[in-house]
């Protein structure tokens, strides 16, 4: 398993270790609520600043920060390159904004925002580019094996 991660570029190492960070995450952590408000209000496609509150606007610059933090993963190209930067909440941001294009996209096509497992495998299946997902479990275990003992240890 280890000489296949190896030969992965960085970007999927980046990915790897963005869903081991998600995977982390509490299920009540408060950033899931935000995002999926979030993605309500910029789902629906209001253009005009007039249909926001003080409150709405903060929420939309939190995720075009999450969405800027994205940018430090793409330019880099190694781990090594995001030392200088937090890199795990580089890492975390990666996965959140994963997260809420997910969401966003739900409100955009009319379903429901999806449960936290969902949003797991969901993410997993962007990010990695599979579709073999249909449980978090099977996310956990393919991330926990990918990133074991293979050079990842900069996963936090």
Known sequence: M????????SEARFMICALRSMLQ??????RWDHLAAAAVLMGQGCCDARCYTAEMNVQIEDVLKLQEACLKVYEADDMQQLEG??????LEALALNAAF?????????????P?????????ARSLLKRDDFREPWQVAAEVNNMACGCGLTACH
């Open 25 to 30: 995450m509490p299920r009540d952590d408060p």
């Open 85 to 90: 930067s937090d890199q795990r909440s580089v």
């Open 2 to 9: 280890c000489q296949q991660l190896n030969k992965l570029n």
């Open 115 to 123: 449960e936290h497992e969902e949003l797991l495998v969901l993410v």
């Open 101 to 113: 294009e997910q969401m966003r996209e739900a409100v955009q096509h009319g379903r429901p925002l």
